[in-house]
Protein backbone atom coordinates (compact mmCIF):
# COMPACT_ATOMS: atom_id res chain seq x y z
CA UNK A 1 0.00 0.00 0.00
CA UNK A 2 1.45 3.57 -0.93
CA UNK A 3 -0.07 6.85 0.35
CA UNK A 4 0.23 10.35 -0.36
CA UNK A 5 -0.56 13.81 0.76
CA UNK A 6 -2.90 15.98 -0.59
CA UNK A 7 -3.96 19.60 0.09
CA UNK A 8 -7.09 20.94 1.93
CA UNK A 9 -7.43 24.17 0.21
CA UNK A 10 -9.07 27.38 2.05
CA UNK A 11 -11.11 29.61 0.26
CA UNK A 12 -8.88 32.16 -0.97
CA UNK A 13 -6.45 29.05 -2.23
CA UNK A 14 -4.10 28.65 0.70
CA UNK A 15 -3.30 25.17 2.04
CA UNK A 16 -5.38 24.64 5.01
CA UNK A 17 -4.20 21.57 6.28
CA UNK A 18 -2.90 18.25 4.71
CA UNK A 19 -4.62 14.85 4.48
CA UNK A 20 -3.28 11.22 3.54
CA UNK A 21 -4.71 9.00 1.42
CA UNK A 22 -4.75 5.52 0.63
CA UNK A 23 -3.43 4.27 -3.38
CA UNK A 24 -4.39 7.92 -4.86
CA UNK A 25 -7.98 7.27 -3.55
CA UNK A 26 -10.23 10.34 -3.78
CA UNK A 27 -11.19 10.63 -0.14
CA UNK A 28 -8.77 11.36 2.43
CA UNK A 29 -8.42 8.39 5.22
CA UNK A 30 -10.52 10.81 7.49
CA UNK A 31 -13.12 10.63 5.21
CA UNK A 32 -12.78 14.12 3.70
CA UNK A 33 -12.96 14.25 -0.35
CA UNK A 34 -9.88 15.80 -1.79
CA UNK A 35 -10.20 17.85 -4.88
CA UNK A 36 -9.10 16.19 -8.00
CA UNK A 37 -6.52 18.76 -8.67
CA UNK A 38 -5.44 19.25 -4.96
CA UNK A 39 -1.56 19.66 -4.62
CA UNK A 40 -0.21 16.27 -3.81
CA UNK A 41 3.40 15.45 -1.73
CA UNK A 42 4.93 12.25 -1.09
CA UNK A 43 4.45 10.61 1.83
CA UNK A 44 8.20 11.23 3.34
CA UNK A 45 6.98 14.92 3.90
CA UNK A 46 4.80 13.74 6.50
CA UNK A 47 5.87 15.34 10.25
CA UNK A 48 8.24 17.57 8.70
CA UNK A 49 6.05 20.52 9.33
CA UNK A 50 3.44 20.52 7.31
CA UNK A 51 0.15 21.07 8.94
CA UNK A 52 -1.68 17.43 9.09
CA UNK A 53 -5.16 16.12 9.72
CA UNK A 54 -5.19 15.05 12.96
CA UNK A 55 -7.43 12.06 12.21
CA UNK A 56 -5.55 11.09 8.91
CA UNK A 57 -2.29 11.62 10.98
CA UNK A 58 -3.02 9.11 13.77
CA UNK A 59 -4.94 6.80 10.97
CA UNK A 60 -1.81 7.05 9.18
CA UNK A 61 0.95 6.20 11.69
CA UNK A 62 -1.39 3.00 13.07
CA UNK A 63 -1.03 1.66 8.98
CA UNK A 64 2.40 3.47 8.90
CA UNK A 65 4.20 3.60 11.89
CA UNK A 66 7.77 3.83 10.77
CA UNK A 67 7.50 6.47 8.65
CA UNK A 68 10.61 9.11 8.60
CA UNK A 69 8.89 11.84 10.61
CA UNK A 70 8.06 9.17 13.55
CA UNK A 71 8.88 11.00 16.51
CA UNK A 72 8.60 7.76 18.52
CA UNK A 73 11.28 5.81 16.44
ZN1 LIG B 1 -7.78 14.08 6.95
Known amino acids: MTHQLRAELGP ?3 V ?3 HVV ?3 EPTAMCGREIAADAEARDEAEWGTGLRGCQQCGSLY ?3 A ?3 PGDPHR
Open 61 to 63: MHE
Open 12 to 14: DGQ
Open 16 to 18: LKW
Open 65 to 67: PHY
Open 22 to 24: RDA
